[in-house]
T-cell receptor, first 115, second 109 residues
């Protein structure tokens, strides 16, 4: 997971609380994304960004906000946490080591529990 | 809608060969990737196919047939450390990676 740092690793929230999951990279990649992973559901894209100042929605964006003020940072905000947002969250950067191959490098993950 | 289908679980013994299939239906197709994830860890990239045919990387190979919207990951000479979940992923026209639900591989001695 070198190059992609996620914090916190674990977090417990109460319903209705807000929080921000941090993601930072030191590899100067333009493309960053957030996925959530639930048992039996695989990885689902929440939001992504193709560069500073540009963000877009993925498959499951509701309840989450993102911003990209710098190339390095891509925080994910939960505005009012719900039990359905209990999940493991992964931040990823994208590189293209060979033509057309968009390779994701993931952070170590943030395990969130909403009570 | 977009969907990628994989078997939920596969079991095999050490030294054997196992094939994990993936069929996809997505809005645009720009390549099929495979990722490995050990329990408690993050997914890591294994292979990528943009064109039909077989790509080999050591003990792992990946195959793609675009006309059949189908691909597979082939793992040879299985080792205990290969026990993990394997995900196929398709790059769609919006340049997003859409993942399948994953196949859990258990390797027994």
């Amino acid at each position: 997971n070198a190059g992609v740092t996620q914090t916190p690793k674990f977090q417990v929230l109460k319903t209705g609380q807000s929080m921000t999951l941090q993601c930072a990279q030191d590899m100067n990649h333009e493309y960053m994304s957030w996925y959530r992973q639930d048992p039996g559901m695989g990885l689902r894209l929440i939001h992504y960004s193709v560069g500073a100042g540009i963000t877009d929605q993925g498959e499951v964006p509701n309840g989450y906000n993102v911003s990209r003020s710098t190339t390095e940072d891509f925080p994910l905000r939960l505005l009012s946490a719900a039990p359905s947002q209990t999940s493991v969250y992964f931040c990823a950067i994208q590189s293209t080591p060979k033509a057309g191959a968009n390779v994701l490098t993931f952070g170590a993950g943030s395990r969130l529990t909403v009570l | 809608g977009q969907s990628l289908e994989q078997p939920s679980e596969v079991t095999a013994v050490e030294g054997a060969i196992v094939q994990i299939n993936c069929t996809y239906q997505t809005s645009g197709f720009y390549g099929l990737s495979w990722y490995q994830q050990h329990d408690g860890g993050a997914p890591t990239f294994l292979s990528y196919n943009a064109l039909d045919g077989l790509e080999e990387t050591g003990r792992f190979s990946s195959f793609l047939s675009r006309s059949d919207s189908y691909g597979y990951l082939l793992l040879q000479e299985l080792q205990m450390k290969d026990s993990a979940s394997y995900f196929c992923a398709v790059r769609d026209r919006a340049d997003k990676l859409i993942f399948g639900t994953g196949t859990r591989l258990q390797v027994f001695p």
